[in-house]
């Protein structure tokens, strides 16, 4: 079991930044593939980011280059850096963790309650 809570997020103008940051439970927390994810009102939710155990990434094309996924085993936290943000940028992001390499929500088991991180313009 792994119990995800997220924090970071704001209010930020067009081009700045923001950390995001994912504080996990559970003593496995190093064996699994932890994911940000983000859904905006209207929207379904999508995939951002993932890092896997050996802090192997991959990103969503629509922030490569502009978000960095980054973990730190020893303190069970996984971070999403946000550079250069758009107003499109701007939704509900959770962090989530999974078994597998995967950009399938489906496939993810634990999800955090989410951060609201709102870009204006």
């Known amino acids: 079991q792994v119990q995800l809570v997220e924090s970071g997020g704001g209010l930020v103008q067009a081009g700045g930044s923001l950390r995001l940051s994912c504080a996990a439970s559970g003593r496995t927390f190093s064996t699994y593939a932890m994911g940000w994810f983000r859904q905006a009102p209207g929207k379904e939710r999508e995939f951002v980011a993932r890092i896997n155990w050996a802090s192997t990434t991959y990103y969503a094309e629509s922030v490569k280059g502009r978000f960095t996924i980054s973990r730190d085993n020893g303190k069970k936290t996984v971070y999403l850096q946000m550079n250069s943000l758009k107003p499109e940028d701007t939704a509900a992001y959770y962090c989530?963790?999974?078994?597998?390499?995967?950009?399938?929500?489906?496939?993810?088991?634990?999800w955090g309650q989410g951060t609201q991180v709102t870009v204006s313009s």
């Open positions: 989530t963790a999974s078994q597998n390499n995967t950009e399938d929500p489906t496939e993810y088991l634990y």
